[in-house]
Every structure is written in C-alpha cells, then in structure tokens.
C-alpha cells in the first residue's frame, strides 16, 4: 500500500522489530565484533530496503510498455552495477 507512505519518506527510519532481529544481532556481533561488549552500540539504522525476495535484481523489460525497462532491487550495489546494467539495457 504505497499511499500510506509520506512523499518526503526517502532515507527514514523504521522503528525496529528488536524481537525478531536481536537474536541474529547477537550472532553476528559476536562473531564480527565481539568488542562491542565493551563499547556499546551508539545507533541501530532500521530502514526501507530495496531486496527482491529471492534477493535477485528485477532487470529487464516492462510487459505490456513498449521501450519501457526497470532495474530496481539492487539495494547497496547499484551504484556499483548501474554502469554495466544500463550499458546492457541501452543494447
């Protein structure tokens, strides 16, 4: 449901679902970063991501719209990969 998102949302913030995230937080700052204990956790960003499902890319032409093509899902590596992917789409 689009329409219940504000227009200046870009970059805000969610408040997080401690519940279910604290478990792998634990797991993984234990592993990656264990002196946390030590020097705490200033802030925690929670915030709209831009994943597929299948964490996949959507690339390609829009059906039904001709000359109509999307490259969305790239989350943290389109800047990285949007050279290449409009180079392949322009072709």
């Known amino acids: 449901n689009v329409e219940g998102i504000p227009q200046d ?3 805000g913030s969610l408040e997080p679902d401690w519940e279910r995230m604290t478990p792998y937080l634990e797991v993984a700052m234990e592993r990656l970063v264990p002196e946390i204990h030590n020097v705490g ?3 925690f960003f929670c915030g709209p991501e831009s994943f597929t ?3 996949a890319p ?3 032409p829009v059906p039904n719209l ?4 999307v490259a969305a899902g ?3 590596v389109g800047i990285l990969t949007g050279g290449g992917i409009g180079k392949t789409l322009a072709q």
């Open 41 to 43: 956790l200033k802030a």
């Open 58 to 60: 959507i690339v390609g």
């Open 66 to 69: 001709q000359n109509y093509y």
């Open 53 to 55: 499902p299948d964490n």
């Open 74 to 76: 790239l989350n943290s």
């Open 9 to 11: 949302f870009s970059f």
